[in-house]
């Protein structure tokens, strides 16, 4: 039987004995080639059937006149009382609803010209230099504390991520941390008990709806669109594509909408990037670029750096994803080419064929995080050292499967804080240019 590193070998150059039609075929499939063009999958829907549920909840929104659920300021949507009672206290209490419109026209005022519509033709918002010195000192205070609630979310449900986020600059520090609530959010949305989908899909309408009148208009409705809408002016290369395309990653985890099993790994990397990859796209704006490389460029390393992530997700949480949510993310198609049954997984059996099985899927993710390690020389200085940092502790949990032996029925692989801050002296050698010559032993080298 082929070596898993043979079989990986021909998963990253899939192409190299194909004619022209076969690699119009590889790229519609939407599979990333090595050293070739960038697909991210941007520009295929979900489902038919989950896009037309979702479809459906707007149409049913906007048939309500004075639509309660987009802007029914009283709840924040996606902060349920799971995630009030992780952060330890409640959230979003500390600015009035009127307090958060007139911030967000404060925000808007400071918007490049061109960057969001008017509602209505001939009104504008006041420009900033309208406001009085208390007013805008109120705002700042307000905004202060968006940004320090959405702190305080990401480390009590991303203590690895939010680590690497204290190496950035404050002002990115604090971009990325509205980011990964707005992702936070979505998630909750979704996952949050109810009785029935309809309620969940008239919410996550409602919530897509939100996010374009705030790309658009930079209407916001909480004190955490606030932060959001001000790292929309902050960055105006930001894209709203991504934040679309993790919507639908969302939808591929609900029943009888999504896909409970993947067939083939190019349909597990679809989901993969949708909610993942798509955060490497939405952080990229706030790192930057080095000099003489721009985002397009630095594109794939983000998106790869996504998926090294999931993959890395759904490696140590075999197991877990199986007993509690009855949910195998492993592709089929590589379980039969290793004698792999679900049967097994459920029965939490661990054999040599699973081992070897591991060890293919290991070396497949860790083959994303050396892509991923090319993206982190083209970014600017300030964000190196956060991303490598995360890259690393993050590769971390891999070899702790394997010192697990492969074993991630059973054990969950973990990495203790104490580690995780021992990785950073190593991680930063690994951001200067003399590493590229001169590489860490075990390290491979690595090229612009």
Not at 163 to 188: F, H, K, N, S
Not at 288 to 299: I, K, N, Q, S
Not at 362 to 384: H, K, N, P, Q, T
């Amino acid at each position: 039987m082929e070596s898993a590193s043979v079989l990986l070998q021909s998963l990253a150059n899939p192409l190299s004995e194909t004619n022209d039609e076969g690699i119009e075929t590889e790229l519609a499939l939407g599979r990333t080639l090595e050293g070739g063009q960038v697909i991210d999958f941007s520009s295929i829907k979900a489902s038919s059937k989950a896009e037309q549920a979702l479809a459906d909840a707007r149409n049913q929104i906007c048939s309500i006149e004075n639509d309660v659920k987009l802007m029914d300021g009283e709840e924040i949507l996606g902060i349920n009382q799971d995630v009030i009672k992780e952060v330890g206290h409640d959230l979003g209490k500390f600015a009035s609803a009127q307090e958060v419109q007139d911030c967000a026209a404060y925000i808007r005022s400071k918007a490049p010209e061109g960057l969001l519509s008017q509602r209505t033709e001939g009104t504008n918002d006041k420009q900033s230099s309208s406001f009085s010195a208390a007013q805008i000192e109120r705002f700042e205070g307000i905004l202060a504390n968006s940004y320090k609630e959405s702190g305080e979310v990401t480390s009590a449900f991303a203590k690895t991520f939010y680590l690497g986020t204290q190496l950035l600059p404050l002002e990115a520090r604090m971009a990325i941390w509205a980011v990964y609530v707005w992702c936070r959010r979505t998630d909750e949305i979704v996952d949050a008990p109810r009785e029935n989908d309809e309620e969940m899909l008239l919410d996550l309408a409602s919530w897509e709806m939100r996010l374009e009148n705030l790309w658009k208009y930079g209407d916001c409705y909480d004190i955490f669109d606030l932060a959001m809408l001000e790292i929309r002016v902050k960055y105006p290369n930001l894209d709203i594509s991504p934040f679309m395309d993790m919507v639908r990653g969302m939808l591929m985890d609900v029943p009888d909408l999504g896909q409970e099993r993947y067939e083939r790994f190019e349909e597990l990397h679809l989901y993969c990037y949708r909610v993942a990859g798509t955060v490497g796209l939405m952080s990229l704006p706030v790192f930057g670029c080095a000099p003489g490389y721009t985002d397009e460029v630095a594109r794939e390393p983000a998106l790869s750096l996504g998926v090294a992530f999931q993959l890395t997700n759904i490696l140590r949480d075999v197991g877990e994803d199986a007993a509690q949510r009855g949910r195998v993310y492993l592709p089929r198609e590589d379980m039969e080419r290793f004698g792999v049954t679900e049967e097994q997984i459920f029965e939490k059996r661990v054999d040599e064929n699973f081992v070897r099985f591991m060890k293919f899927q290991i070396d497949r993710a860790r083959m994303y995080y050396e892509r991923a390690r090319r993206g982190v020389f083209m970014l600017s200085a300030d964000s190196r050292l956060p991303v490598q940092s995360s890259l690393d502790a993050y590769g971390k949990i891999l070899d702790k499967i394997e010192a697990n032996g492969y074993d991630s029925l059973t054990t969950r692989a973990y990495v203790g804080k104490w580690e995780k801050l021992s990785i950073i002296p190593f991680s930063w050698y690994r951001t200067l240019e003399i590493s590229r010559s001169f590489p860490l032993p075990g390290d491979k080298t690595v090229v612009p």
